[in-house]
T-cell receptor
Framework: AQSVTQLDSQVPVFEEAPVELRCNYS??????LFWYVQYPNQGLQLLLK??????LVKGINGFEAEFNKSQTSFHLRKPSVHISDTAEYFC??????????????FGTGTRLTIIP | KAGVTQTPRYLIKTRGQQVTLSCSPI?????VSWYQQTPGQGLQFLFE???????NKGNFPGRFSGRQFSNSRSEMNVSTLELGDSALYLC????????????FGQGTRLTVV
């Protein structure tokens, strides 16, 4: 069964410092990988996605993530965070392809708090 | 292009009642999925509809049901509400079953008292 592990439930970071949010997944088949951000009382917004090709993917708001197949990881990074990055971040996995049984499996989320 | 619209945004219901939530996907999108988000269980998949047919279903009791109309709008229904059904219910739409990116609505916050 698919599972997604976000190793840190909360990450406090000083403003303008770099940050890495960790995500590991379990799967024996190819997957699509996603990072979503959720601001308070809002839905989920896609930050970036990995489908195939280059293992380093760039997303919105200066975020990037690196797919590591051997370590089944997809860590999210940003070189310099801002107050506005305070939010909850979710890693998600979709099997590829598994027609008829596709769904997003989410990690438990990482609450990123930026300290002024 | 309008995004995914969920109505209502907030809802308060009493135990034992039933509730219907609505989701209008992005124009042209034919796939609609529903998720439940709670502090304890996180984001859990409820079901997905494509062209009015349920394609996939999560591990929820039969009190949770859904449907999709010919215009791709979807509704989910929860009968005999329990306190534990209090959650944020999120709807996501995709262009098609092979389309990778899911766009989420702002959710409906259901409180059961």
């Amino acid at each position: 069964a698919q599972s997604v592990t976000q190793l840190d439930s909360q990450v406090p970071v000083f403003e303008e410092a770099p940050v890495e949010l960790r995500c590991n997944y379990s799967s024996s088949v190819s997957v699509y990988l996603f990072w979503y951000v959720q601001y308070p009382n809002q839905g989920l917004q896609l930050l970036l996605k990995y489908l195939s090709g280059s293992t380093l993917v760039k997303g919105i708001n200066g975020f990037e993530a690196e797919f590591n197949k051997s370590q089944t990881s997809f860590h999210l990074r940003k070189p310099s965070v801002h107050i506005s990055d305070t939010a909850e971040y979710f890693c998600a996995v979709r099997y590829f392809p598994n027609f008829g049984n596709e769904k997003l499996t989410f990690g438990t989320g990482t609450r990123l708090t930026i300290i002024p | 292009k309008a995004g995914v619209t969920q109505t209502p945004r907030y809802l308060i219901k009493t135990r034992g009642q039933q509730v219907t939530l609505s989701c209008s996907p992005i124009s042209g999108h034919r796939s609609v999925s529903w998720y439940q988000q709670t502090p304890g269980q996180g984001l859990q998949f409820l079901f997905e509809y494509f062209s009015e047919t349920q394609r996939n279903k999560g591990n929820f009791p039969g009190r949770f049901s859904g449907r999709q109309f010919s215009n791709s709008r979807s509704e989910m229904n929860v009968s005999t509400l329990e306190l534990g059904d209090s959650a944020l219910y999120l709807c996501a739409s995709r262009g098609g079953v092979l389309n990778t990116e899911a766009f989420f609505g702002q959710g409906t916050r259901l409180t059961v008292v």
